[in-house]
Protein backbone atom coordinates (compact mmCIF):
# COMPACT_ATOMS: atom_id res chain seq x y z
CA UNK A 1 0.00 0.00 0.00
CA UNK A 2 2.85 2.68 0.27
CA UNK A 3 2.92 4.93 -1.98
CA UNK A 4 6.81 6.03 -2.72
CA UNK A 5 8.98 3.96 -0.87
CA UNK A 6 12.34 4.19 -0.96
CA UNK A 7 15.18 1.53 0.29
CA UNK A 8 17.30 1.41 2.24
CA UNK A 9 15.97 3.85 4.82
CA UNK A 10 19.80 4.13 6.65
CA UNK A 11 22.83 3.94 4.85
CA UNK A 12 25.98 3.98 6.88
CA UNK A 13 29.24 3.93 4.46
CA UNK A 14 33.30 4.86 4.17
CA UNK A 15 34.38 8.22 2.20
CA UNK A 16 35.39 6.80 -1.44
CA UNK A 17 32.72 4.12 -1.88
CA UNK A 18 29.89 3.56 -4.27
CA UNK A 19 26.28 3.46 -3.14
CA UNK A 20 22.93 3.39 -4.72
CA UNK A 21 19.27 4.60 -3.21
CA UNK A 22 16.42 3.20 -5.07
CA UNK A 23 12.99 4.46 -5.12
CA UNK A 24 9.91 3.41 -6.54
CA UNK A 25 5.67 5.06 -6.45
CA UNK A 26 2.87 2.65 -7.32
CA UNK A 27 0.52 5.96 -7.87
CA UNK A 28 0.77 5.52 -11.38
CA UNK A 29 3.08 9.52 -11.48
CA UNK A 30 4.62 10.57 -14.38
CA UNK A 31 6.67 13.15 -12.54
CA UNK A 32 9.59 11.67 -9.67
CA UNK A 33 12.21 13.72 -7.84
CA UNK A 34 15.12 13.92 -5.74
CA UNK A 35 15.37 16.46 -3.02
CA UNK A 36 18.58 16.37 -0.58
CA UNK A 37 17.66 17.55 3.19
CA UNK A 38 20.86 18.88 5.00
CA UNK A 39 20.87 19.33 8.73
CA UNK A 40 19.48 22.62 9.02
CA UNK A 41 16.55 20.67 7.47
CA UNK A 42 16.39 22.86 4.00
CA UNK A 43 15.03 21.12 1.24
CA UNK A 44 17.16 21.19 -2.13
CA UNK A 45 16.18 19.80 -5.69
CA UNK A 46 18.57 17.44 -7.39
CA UNK A 47 16.58 15.78 -10.47
CA UNK A 48 13.02 15.71 -11.69
CA UNK A 49 12.42 12.85 -14.30
CA UNK A 50 8.49 13.33 -16.20
CA UNK A 51 8.12 9.98 -18.13
CA UNK A 52 11.70 8.91 -18.06
CA UNK A 53 12.97 12.33 -18.83
CA UNK A 54 15.67 14.37 -17.15
CA UNK A 55 13.98 17.69 -16.81
CA UNK A 56 15.72 19.24 -13.79
CA UNK A 57 19.08 18.86 -13.12
CA UNK A 58 20.76 21.19 -10.65
CA UNK A 59 23.95 22.33 -9.52
CA UNK A 60 24.50 18.49 -7.80
CA UNK A 61 28.28 17.17 -8.43
CA UNK A 62 28.82 14.66 -11.35
CA UNK A 63 29.14 12.01 -8.72
CA UNK A 64 25.41 12.13 -8.47
CA UNK A 65 23.90 10.08 -11.54
CA UNK A 66 20.07 9.49 -11.55
CA UNK A 67 18.83 5.91 -13.05
CA UNK A 68 14.82 6.06 -14.80
CA UNK A 69 14.15 2.65 -16.09
CA UNK A 70 10.50 3.05 -16.26
CA UNK A 71 8.00 5.87 -14.92
CA UNK A 72 7.28 4.21 -11.49
CA UNK A 73 11.16 3.89 -10.80
CA UNK A 74 13.88 6.63 -10.12
CA UNK A 75 17.10 5.20 -8.54
CA UNK A 76 20.18 7.35 -7.57
CA UNK A 77 23.67 6.54 -7.14
CA UNK A 78 26.38 8.11 -6.05
CA UNK A 79 29.94 7.24 -6.76
CA UNK A 80 33.51 8.67 -4.64
CA UNK A 81 31.00 9.82 -1.35
CA UNK A 82 32.33 12.28 0.65
CA UNK A 83 31.49 13.75 4.26
CA UNK A 84 29.55 16.32 2.77
CA UNK A 85 27.36 14.19 0.92
CA UNK A 86 25.74 13.12 4.65
CA UNK A 87 22.35 14.03 4.61
CA UNK A 88 18.54 12.55 4.06
CA UNK A 89 17.84 12.12 0.80
CA UNK A 90 13.83 12.23 -0.13
CA UNK A 91 12.19 10.88 -3.32
CA UNK A 92 9.05 12.10 -4.46
CA UNK A 93 6.26 11.58 -7.23
CA UNK A 94 3.60 13.94 -8.41
CA UNK A 95 0.67 13.89 -11.27
CA UNK A 96 1.94 16.48 -13.42
CA UNK A 97 5.27 19.01 -13.64
CA UNK A 98 3.60 21.89 -13.05
CA UNK A 99 3.08 24.09 -9.79
CA UNK A 100 0.37 22.98 -7.54
CA UNK A 101 1.00 19.39 -8.33
CA UNK A 102 0.83 17.66 -4.93
CA UNK A 103 4.03 15.76 -4.42
CA UNK A 104 4.16 12.70 -2.52
CA UNK A 105 7.20 12.27 -0.79
CA UNK A 106 8.87 9.01 0.67
CA UNK A 107 10.04 8.23 4.12
CA UNK A 108 13.79 9.52 2.92
CA UNK A 109 17.04 7.35 3.42
CA UNK A 110 19.69 8.82 5.75
CA UNK A 111 22.85 8.48 4.45
CA UNK A 112 25.52 8.78 7.34
CA UNK A 113 29.64 8.91 5.39
CA UNK A 114 32.09 8.23 7.63
CA UNK B 1 18.01 33.24 -6.94
CA UNK B 2 14.72 32.64 -5.79
CA UNK B 3 14.06 32.21 -1.77
CA UNK B 4 11.46 31.53 0.59
CA UNK B 5 12.43 32.81 3.98
CA UNK B 6 10.23 31.48 6.69
CA UNK B 7 9.74 32.49 10.05
CA UNK B 8 10.49 31.39 13.05
CA UNK B 9 13.09 29.15 12.50
CA UNK B 10 11.90 26.90 15.96
CA UNK B 11 8.94 27.72 18.37
CA UNK B 12 7.88 26.41 21.15
CA UNK B 13 4.45 26.65 22.93
CA UNK B 14 2.11 24.90 25.46
CA UNK B 15 -0.93 23.28 24.00
CA UNK B 16 -4.13 25.47 23.70
CA UNK B 17 -1.90 28.67 22.57
CA UNK B 18 -2.42 29.77 19.26
CA UNK B 19 0.37 30.84 16.59
CA UNK B 20 1.36 31.71 12.94
CA UNK B 21 4.35 31.45 10.70
CA UNK B 22 5.08 32.99 7.87
CA UNK B 23 6.67 32.65 4.43
CA UNK B 24 8.16 35.93 2.17
CA UNK B 25 9.91 35.91 -0.64
CA UNK B 26 10.69 38.74 -2.95
CA UNK B 27 9.68 36.21 -5.81
CA UNK B 28 5.89 36.59 -7.14
CA UNK B 29 4.61 32.73 -6.95
CA UNK B 30 2.07 31.37 -9.25
CA UNK B 31 1.39 29.10 -6.05
CA UNK B 32 2.16 28.50 -3.09
CA UNK B 33 2.01 25.19 -1.03
CA UNK B 34 2.82 24.25 3.01
CA UNK B 35 3.75 20.77 3.89
CA UNK B 36 4.17 19.19 7.39
CA UNK B 37 7.23 17.02 8.33
CA UNK B 38 7.02 14.58 11.16
CA UNK B 39 10.61 13.10 12.59
CA UNK B 40 11.70 10.42 10.33
CA UNK B 41 9.25 10.54 7.96
CA UNK B 42 8.73 12.97 4.55
CA UNK B 43 7.12 16.17 3.95
CA UNK B 44 3.33 15.47 3.84
CA UNK B 45 0.98 18.27 1.38
CA UNK B 46 -1.43 20.27 4.01
CA UNK B 47 -2.40 23.05 1.13
CA UNK B 48 -2.17 24.72 -1.69
CA UNK B 49 -3.19 28.54 -2.35
CA UNK B 50 -2.93 29.75 -6.22
CA UNK B 51 -5.07 33.31 -5.76
CA UNK B 52 -3.97 36.57 -4.80
CA UNK B 53 -5.83 37.14 -1.15
CA UNK B 54 -7.00 33.39 -0.47
CA UNK B 55 -7.50 32.18 2.71
CA UNK B 56 -7.64 28.64 3.03
CA UNK B 57 -9.37 26.46 6.18
CA UNK B 58 -8.29 23.28 7.42
CA UNK B 59 -9.68 22.31 10.87
CA UNK B 60 -7.93 24.49 13.03
CA UNK B 61 -5.21 25.65 10.61
CA UNK B 62 -5.97 28.91 8.23
CA UNK B 63 -3.53 29.47 5.64
CA UNK B 64 -3.34 33.00 3.36
CA UNK B 65 -1.90 33.66 0.44
CA UNK B 66 -0.69 37.38 -0.01
CA UNK B 67 -2.43 40.37 -2.22
CA UNK B 68 0.68 40.53 -4.21
CA UNK B 69 1.79 36.33 -4.03
CA UNK B 70 4.91 36.84 -2.66
CA UNK B 71 3.84 35.64 0.89
CA UNK B 72 1.62 33.38 3.42
CA UNK B 73 1.08 32.65 6.41
CA UNK B 74 -0.08 29.90 8.40
CA UNK B 75 -2.23 30.17 11.75
CA UNK B 76 -3.32 27.45 14.09
CA UNK B 77 -5.53 28.13 16.66
CA UNK B 78 -5.37 25.87 20.09
CA UNK B 79 -2.28 24.01 19.28
CA UNK B 80 -2.61 20.87 20.36
CA UNK B 81 0.63 18.25 20.61
CA UNK B 82 -0.11 16.32 17.38
CA UNK B 83 0.33 19.71 15.43
CA UNK B 84 4.32 19.22 16.31
CA UNK B 85 6.33 18.79 13.20
CA UNK B 86 8.39 20.87 10.20
CA UNK B 87 6.46 22.98 8.63
CA UNK B 88 7.38 23.96 5.07
CA UNK B 89 6.35 26.53 2.76
CA UNK B 90 6.97 25.53 -0.99
CA UNK B 91 6.35 28.03 -4.09
CA UNK B 92 6.19 27.84 -7.84
CA UNK B 93 6.90 30.20 -10.05
CA UNK B 94 6.86 28.44 -13.56
CA UNK B 95 8.61 25.52 -15.07
CA UNK B 96 9.57 22.37 -13.32
CA UNK B 97 10.84 23.65 -10.36
CA UNK B 98 9.31 24.10 -6.57
CA UNK B 99 11.40 26.19 -4.00
CA UNK B 100 11.30 24.72 -0.40
CA UNK B 101 11.69 27.32 2.40
CA UNK B 102 13.83 26.17 5.48
CA UNK B 103 10.88 25.48 7.33
CA UNK B 104 9.49 26.36 10.90
CA UNK B 105 10.04 23.29 13.59
CA UNK B 106 7.39 23.54 15.84
CA UNK B 107 6.92 22.00 19.19
CA UNK B 108 3.93 21.69 21.07
CA UNK B 109 3.94 20.85 24.69
CA UNK B 110 1.09 19.29 26.71
Known amino acids: DTAVSQTPKYLVTQMGNDKSIKCEQNLGHDTMYWYKQDSKKFLKIMFSYNNKELIINETVPNRFSPKSPDKAHLNLHINSLELGDSAVYFC?????????????FGPGTRLTVL | TQLLEQSPQFLSIQEGENLTVYCNSSSVFSSLQWYRQEPGEGPVLLVTVVTGGEVKKLKRLTFQFGDARKDSSLHITAAQPGDTGLYLC??????????FGAGTRLFVKA
Open chain 2, 90 to 99: AGYTGGFKTI
Open chain 1, 92 to 104: ASSLGTGGGNEQF
